[in-house]
């Protein structure tokens, strides 16, 4: 038997190249959207947590010593603070999923059409292998998960 016949073969589908140059369109408009969601998630954290901030100082004043719902209050207030975690793990998983979407766009680009010498070729880094990297899908006090 000859080394061609024993080869092994990559099976390949031949697609057009402007629906693949409209899928990678597509794919970095998606990429695009998911940085200004991150965008106002930080902003819409931001806000808050001064907000927050405010609030918690309003409410060390000394002549309101004497209210007895204040420290239910102050409690909500730092649960609410608390959850703003989510903010972080949102952007977590949006960066995860805009360096998965762009390697796609990028590969998808170079495998259908390839480079010419002298063509730059985009940065990508590398697709990270770990499929999700936030674990925690609920946020208590004192609940606290490294990943």
Excluded at 58 to 80: F, N, Q, T, Y
Excluded at 84 to 107: E, N, P, V
Aim: glycine fraction near 4%; hydrophobic fraction near 45%; charged fraction near 20%.
């Amino acid at each position: 038997m000859s080394p061609d016949q024993t080869a092994f073969t990559v099976p390949t589908v031949e697609l057009p190249v402007m629906l693949v140059a409209e899928v990678q369109d597509s794919l970095l408009v998606v990429v695009h959207d998911l940085n200004r969601l991150d965008g106002l998630l930080t902003h819409a954290m931001e806000n808050l947590m001064q907000r927050f901030t405010s609030a918690s100082s309003d409410l060390s004043d000394p002549a309101l010593e004497a209210v007895r719902e204040l420290a239910g209050v102050r409690a909500a207030l730092h649960a609410a603070v608390t959850e703003l975690q989510f903010q972080d793990m949102a952007s977590q998983l949006i960066g995860h999923t805009s360096k998965i979407l762009q390697g796609c766009a990028y590969r998808l680009a170079s495998e259908a059409m390839g480079y010419e010498d002298g063509e730059a070729v985009p940065f990508v880094e590398d697709v990270p292998e770990r499929p999700n990297p936030v674990t925690q899908d609920e946020m208590q006090a004192g609940s606290v998960e490294l990943f």
